[in-house]
């Protein structure tokens, strides 16, 4: 399997990626390697509204599969079958992500929305999300019938993230509603940090809002 | 990367495979290589109506790779980029289909319709269809729109298909009624064969009707 592309999101690190795509609206952009930027290969593209990526959970390669893995959607403390999950955690670390095409830049570079990838992750595949075969809205999805309701409220009393664009600051909001925190962590006085495109933002969490703390350019 | 499972399908050769998933109602088995033949692994699937399965195009594997392939859609004579299609002639030779979750058997085996893969193909990955972030029935999908409409009749004058069982039987004329011809043959007199589950099929093709002409056990 060959690195194809690569994506390039405002997510530096792990915590604050989005669980699933589609949850969040800021532009990321597919980046192709050297050897595969070719215009041609992307011709007719831009006809289809949805991309199918596959790529690799570089971040959470192990050398060992575990049967069972224990969802964030359900509290963190329920062992289901890895295979009726979309866990990192899997015999092959292939991730799977529908986003939207935005538009088609020179290069070739896909702009694309939705994306629940951490920067630099490698893609292996880019296929057109095909509706009559890859739609299905009345799927019975067991315990991820829905997306997941936002979870915190964010605040910002000093106003600190208006020094970033709008974009980002959206992204960056409707991260922390999804509450990025690792169950069981309900620590009022923790500081969490995340790296997000060149901001280290710090906040809180206590009684259902995420408070910004700190937000430095780094 | 390494094969967990592999499928067990009628199409003993790619000639009459379904071009895409959801197209044929027949069923599918997929059952887990050794090694992961564990239940606990698919605890929970069947609270899923489809699952995705990342798979091998072990027969379409190139050396080289080309940006543009023409696909059978566009009547074979019109490139599109690679990355615009769901050909099996990629970079990397990974396949995606959506098929529906009948029934979980001991195994275990995860027996599922629709499926639009050869018989025999190695499965490195199986994740649970997430309607909310995987369905967008609004979606422009280019030249792929709707399911490709049923291009032949299927005429079996001498009923030589009662010899199959009915599912499979029902299986088999949509796989013709779809045709599996390559393109650009239009030659009434010549005679396909399509080795389908224990069976060697022989077919004509002429003025829009697939007439089926033997049946033999093999």
């Given at each position: 399997m060959i690195q194809i592309a690569h994506i390039e999101t405002?997510?530096?690190?792990?915590?604050?990626?989005?669980?699933?795509?589609?949850l969040t609206e800021y532009e990321a952009r597919v980046v192709f390697e050297p050897e595969f930027?070719?215009?041609?290969?992307?011709?007719?593209?831009?006809?289809?509204d949805y991309l199918w990526l596959i790529w690799q959970f570089h971040l959470a390669e192990r050398k060992e599969w575990s049967p069972t893995v224990r969802p964030p959607r359900l509290g963190g403390n329920k062992r289901v079958g890895v295979f009726a999950t979309r866990s990192?955690?899997?015999?092959?670390?292939i991730g799977l992500s529908c986003v939207r095409l935005l538009r088609v830049e020179p290069g070739p570079v896909l702009v694309v929305q939705g994306a629940d990838l951490v920067d630099g992750t490698p893609i292996y595949d880019i296929k057109p999300y095909l509706s009559y075969a890859d739609?299905?809205?009345?799927?019975?999805?067991?315990?991820?019938?829905?997306a997941p309701p936002a979870a915190l409220s964010v605040a910002d009393p000093e106003g600190l993230t208006d020094a970033l664009p709008a974009d980002l600051c959206n992204a960056l909001c409707q991260s922390l509603s999804q509450d990025p925190r690792p169950h069981y962590?309900?620590?009022?006085?923790r500081i969490y940090a995340m790296l997000f495109d060149r901001w280290e933002v710090r906040f809180r969490v206590a009684d259902g809002t995420a408070t910004i703390i700190s937000v430095k350019k780094c």
């Amino acid at each position: 399997m060959i690195q194809i592309a690569h994506i390039e999101t405002p997510f530096k690190t792990k915590f604050g990626v989005p669980r699933q795509a589609g949850l969040t609206e800021y532009e990321a952009r597919v980046v192709f390697e050297p050897e595969f930027r070719v215009a041609e290969a992307v011709r007719g593209i831009e006809e289809f509204d949805y991309l199918w990526l596959i790529w690799q959970f570089h971040l959470a390669e192990r050398k060992e599969w575990s049967p069972t893995v224990r969802p964030p959607r359900l509290g963190g403390n329920k062992r289901v079958g890895v295979f009726a999950t979309r866990s990192p955690f899997r015999p092959n670390p292939i991730g799977l992500s529908c986003v939207r095409l935005l538009r088609v830049e020179p290069g070739p570079v896909l702009v694309v929305q939705g994306a629940d990838l951490v920067d630099g992750t490698p893609i292996y595949d880019i296929k057109p999300y095909l509706s009559y075969a890859d739609s299905h809205p009345e799927a019975r999805s067991g315990f991820a019938q829905s997306a997941p309701p936002a979870a915190l409220s964010v605040a910002d009393p000093e106003g600190l993230t208006d020094a970033l664009p709008a974009d980002l600051c959206n992204a960056l909001c409707q991260s922390l509603s999804q509450d990025p925190r690792p169950h069981y962590q309900e620590d009022p006085d923790r500081i969490y940090a995340m790296l997000f495109d060149r901001w280290e933002v710090r906040f809180r969490v206590a009684d259902g809002t995420a408070t910004i703390i700190s937000v430095k350019k780094c």
